[in-house]
C-alpha cells in the first residue's frame, strides 16, 4: 500500500497548466459573480440612500460617512497587500515573473471571496440574507488575504499557480472561521492582526510546506537565491511595507485615541526593529557585513509584533522594547532557526515566513495578552477601558486578567488552524493534479511563463582587452549552455572553451530523462568569458583541458576573480 502511495504521489510531473489555470480561473470567477448577484449589497454608508440615511440620523455632512475616515487606511493597505508583498518576493533571481504576478492573481481572488465569507460570519442581515459592505469591509478583506499571501512565501518556487489559487480558497475559509472565534467568540482585541493574520498566515504556509517536502530540492539550489537587482527589487517591497505598516496596525481600530495610538506604537515598534536586525546581522559575520535577507525581512518584524498591542496603551518606551526583541528573534531565526528546520523537521521555507510572521506574530500575541491582564483603571480611566477592550453587553463584567488570558488563549486558536489546517491542504496538494514542477525545475519563472531572452551587451575578451590575445590559449573554461526548453531534458552536457571563444564549438549533447542522448540546440547562448568576471558553472560528468576533475550534480555556480588558471 505505501509502495502504490509513493507511486501515485511521485509520479512524472507535468507542468502544463493550459487547461486546469483558465479552467480554475473561469470557473471560480463565475462563481463568485453568482454569489456577489446572490448575497452582496452596498452599504447604508455606500448606497444611494444616504441622503434619506443622512436625514433620518441627523447626519449633518457627507463628511462623516466612514469613507473620508476610513479610505486613506485603505489605500496604503491595499499597496501593501499588492505592492510590498509582491515585490517582497522578487529576490529569487529568476522567480521575480512568478512572485509578483502569482501574488496579483491570489490576491484579485482572494479579496473577492474573503468579501463573502467574513460577510457570512460577520455582516449578514438574517432579516433579508444579505451581506452588506462598504470602505472597512474592502480592509478586512484586504487582511483576509494577507494570511494566504504570507503563506505563498513559504511555498515560493515551489508550486503551481493552480495550487495557489487551492491555497488560498482554504486559506480564505479557514481565516474565516478563526477570525470569528477569535474576535466574536473569545472577544480578543487584535487589530494589527498578530493573532489571526501573521501567527495563523504562518503557520498555514509552513504547515503546507512541511506536507510538500521535496527531498531532492537541491537539484534546484543554484537558482534558490538572489542576484544584486532582485535584492534591489526585494528591498522596494520591504520599503513599502515598512512605510504602510502603521496604517496597516490601525485601520480597522475604533476612531479617535485608539486608531492614533496604534499608528504612534507601530511607527516606533519599526523603527527600534530595523536598529536591532543590523546589529545582530553585522554581529553574525565575522567582517561585519550585513545580509541583505535579514534587512529586508526581520526590520519588519516590529510592526507584526505590535498588531495585537497596538491599540493599548503599552506606552512608547513598551513598543521600543517590543521592536527591539522582535528584531533580535527574526533575525536570530533567519541565522539559526531556518536551517534547523530544513535540516531536522525537513520544512523548506523559502521566505523565512517562520521569522518574519509566526514567530513575531505569537511574540506580538502573548504581548498583547499580558499588556490586557497588566490593564488598569488609572492607566486607561474607566471610560478607556470599556472603549478600548469593548466591554460591553455580554462582555461588560469581563476583568482584564480574564481578557488578558482569553487573548493568550486567541493566540493558540489561530496556531492550531494554522497547523491544522495547513496539514490538511497540503495533503490535498500532494495529488500529481496541479501542474507542480518537479524537484529540478523550481524556482524558475520559464515553467510558468513566457521569458524573454536575455541580451549579451559584454564584448568577447579578445576585443575587450587585447593584451591578452596571446597569455594563457591553453587555459579551458567549463561554461554553461543557456538551459534547453525541452521539459524531457534533466541534464545538460557542456562544451570546455578556450579563453576567447565566444560561440559552442559543437552543438550540446543532451541526455533525455528515457536515458537516449541526441543533439538539440534551442536557445542556446553562451557566457562570455571576461577578464574579472567569469562564470563558471562546475557540472557532472566533465574533464577541464587542464584538471582530473569529475563528480556527479551540479556542485556550484561561481563567479571567479580572474581569468587567470583555475584548478576546478
Not at 497 to 521: M, W
Request: charged fraction near 15%; charge should be negative; aromatic fraction near 12%.
Amino acid at each position: 500500500m505505501g509502495n502504490c502511495c509513493e507511486s501515485f504521489f511521485g509520479r512524472q510531473k507535468n507542468t502544463n497548466v493550459r487547461v486546469s489555470l483558465p479552467a480554475v480561473c473561469f470557473v471560480w470567477q463565475i462563481a463568485m459573480i453568482i454569489l456577489f448577484g446572490v448575497f452582496i449589497r452596498y452599504d447604508e454608508e455606500s448606497d444611494a440612500h444616504w441622503a434619506e440615511h443622512r436625514k433620518s440620523h441627523n447626519i449633518t455632512s457627507d463628511i462623516e460617512n466612514d469613507f473620508y475616515f476610513r479610505y486613506p487606511s485603505f489605500q496604503d493597505v491595499h499597496v501593501m497587500i499588492f505592492v510590498g508583498f509582491g515585490f517582497l518576493m522578487t529576490f529569487l533571481k529568476r522567480y521575480s515573473f512568478s512572485g509578483v504576478g502569482f501574488n496579483f492573481l491570489i490576491a484579485s481572488f482572494g479579496l473577492q471571496w474573503a468579501l463573502l465569507m467574513q460577510g457570512w460570519f460577520h455582516s449578514l442581515d438574517p432579516a433579508t440574507g444579505k451581506i452588506y459592505i462598504g470602505v472597512e469591509s474592502l480592509i478586512n478583506a484586504d487582511f483576509c488575504c494577507a494570511g494566504s499571501l504570507i503563506a505563498y512565501g513559504a511555498l515560493l518556487g515551489k508550486v503551481s499557480p493552480v495550487q495557489l489559487m487551492v491555497v488560498t480558497l482554504f486559506g480564505i475559509t479557514l481565516f474565516a472561521v478563526e477570525e470569528y472565534i477569535i474576535l466574536s467568540l473569545l472577544h480578543c482585541r487584535d487589530a494589527g492582526g498578530s493573532m489571526v493574520i501573521h501567527a495563523f498566515g504562518g503557520y498555514y504556509g509552513l504547515a503546507i510546506s512541511w506536507v510538500l517536502y521535496r527531498p531532492n530540492l537541491h537539484l534546484s539550489k543554484r537558482l534558490n537565491g538572489s542576484v544584486y537587482h532582485s535584492d534591489v527589487f526585494a528591498m522596494i517591497g520591504t520599503l513599502f511595507l515598512w512605510m504602510f505598516w502603521p496604517s496597516f496596525n490601525s485601520a480597522i481600530t475604533d476612531h479617535g485615541d485608539g486608531q492614533h495610538r496604534a499608528a504612534i506604537n507601530t511607527y516606533i515598534a519599526l523603527a527600534s526593529s530595523v536598529l536591532t536586525t543590523v546589529a545582530i546581522s553585522s554581529m553574525s559575520q565575522k567582517k561585519g557585513k550585513l545580509d541583505m535577507v535579514h534587512i529586508q525581512n526581520a526590520t519588519l518584524a516590529g510592526g507584526v509584533a505590535m498588531g495585537t498591542a497596538a491599540e493599548f496603551m503599552i506606552t512608547p518606551y513598551g513598543s521600543l522594547i517590543v521592536g527591539f526583541c522582535s528584531g533580535i528573534i527574526s533575525t536570530f531565526g533567519y541565522l539559526f532557526v531556518t536551517p534547523f528546520l530544513e535540516k531536522y523537521l525537513k520544512l523548506q521555507d523559502t521566505c523565512g515566513i517562520h521569522n518574519l510572521h509566526a514567530l513575531p506574530g505569537m511574540l506580538g500575541g502573548f504581548t498583547g495578552a499580558i499588556v490586557a491582564a497588566a490593564a488598569t483603571e488609572s492607566v486607561y480611566s474607566k471610560e478607556g477601558l470599556i472603549n478600548t477592550f469593548d466591554f460591553e453587553g455580554s462582555f461588560a463584567n469581563r476583568s482584564v486578567g480574564t481578557q488578558g488570558g482569553f487573548q493568550a488563549a486567541g493566540t493558540c486558536v489561530a496556531v492550531a488552524f494554522g497547523l491544522v489546517g495547513g496539514a490538511i491542504v497540503g495533503f490535498i496538494l500532494k495529488f500529481p493534479i496541479w501542474g507542480d514542477p518537479a524537484d529540478d525545475n523550481c524556482y524558475d519563472d520559464e515553467v510558468y511563463w513566457e521569458v524573454p531572452e536575455d541580451e549579451e551587451t559584454i564584448p568577447p575578451v579578445l576585443e575587450y582587452n587585447n593584451h591578452m590575445i596571446h597569455k594563457h590559449q591553453d587555459i579551458g573554461i567549463v561554461v554553461k549552455i543557456r538551459q534547453i526548453t525541452n521539459p524531457r531534458c534533466f541534464m545538460e552536457q557542456n562544451t570546455v572553451f578556450k579563453l576567447g571563444e565566444s560561440e559552442a564549438s559543437e552543438i550540446p549533447l543532451v541526455t533525455k530523462s528515457d536515458g537516449s542522448q541526441t543533439h538539440e540546440r534551442k536557445k542556446t547562448r553562451v557566457w562570455r568569458l571576461v577578464p574579472g568576471r567569469c562564470e563558471v558553472l562546475v557540472c557532472s560528468g566533465l574533464k577541464p583541458m587542464n584538471g582530473d576533475w569529475s563528480t556527479s550534480g551540479v556542485l556550484a555556480a561561481q563567479t571567479y576573480p580572474t581569468m587567470g588558471k583555475k584548478e576546478l
